[in-house]
């Protein structure tokens, strides 16, 4: 599958601009709106604690309405390091031009998620695991296709180690074409 143009990420241009902290209250300001927003973030995590997995991959398939969105194109943003380094080997290992055994979006198993819906059926977690089954509706063919992620939790998030389909699991197939 080939990926299209990237984002920038980062800061925009006003986000850079520093602003000034005046001595008189300014910085008592600066306290409060520190300890708010660390309140804040303590809190949040907190709520998240029990969903987090669930969460992360509605934010997953939230993505897809962003143009452009390419879950291989940086693998390492989505899936866990193991699985992330079998795509980059195979997408290096393809030589320019020529389809690679991945020649499908796996999360979606299709080469053209538009009109794609993700429901959540059901998710089981134990520890640093969580195996969801996810729907996925195509609203321009009617189809619908189901499929098992495999999250494992790695660097304080929730990744993606496997997608099983109707097909098989994607780690089966890099590793078969090694």
């Not at 990237?6 to 005046?22: K, M, Q, W, Y």
């Not at 309405?65 to 989505?78: D, K, M, Q, T, Y």
């Not at 134990?126 to 509706?137: I, K, Q, T």
Request: glycine fraction near 10%.
């Amino acid at each position: 599958m080939r990926c299209g143009g990237s984002t920038a990420e980062g800061l925009s241009a006003d986000a850079t601009r520093a602003t000034p902290v005046t001595v008189d209250g300014g910085l008592r300001r600066l306290r409060v709106a520190v300890l708010a927003a660390a309140s804040a973030l303590a809190i949040g995590s907190t709520a998240l604690a029990a969903t987090d997995a669930r969460a992360s991959i509605d934010r997953l398939y939230d993505r897809y309405r962003e143009s452009g969105f390419c879950a291989i194109c940086a693998p390492e943003r989505v899936f866990d390091r193991s699985t992330a380094a079998l795509i980059s080997h195979e997408r290096g290992a393809t030589p320019p031009g020529e389809v690679g055994v991945l020649d499908f979006d796996p999360l979606c198993q299709c080469q053209d998620p538009g009109g794609m819906r993700a429901r959540l059926v059901a998710i089981r977690k134990s520890g640093d695991r969580a195996d969801a089954d996810v729907a996925l509706h195509f609203s321009g063919s009617g189809d619908e296709r189901r499929v098992r992620l495999v999250l494992v939790r790695e660097r304080r998030a929730w990744r993606v180690h496997d997608v099983v389909g109707a097909h098989g699991g994607l780690r089966a197939l890099l590793l078969s074409a090694r």
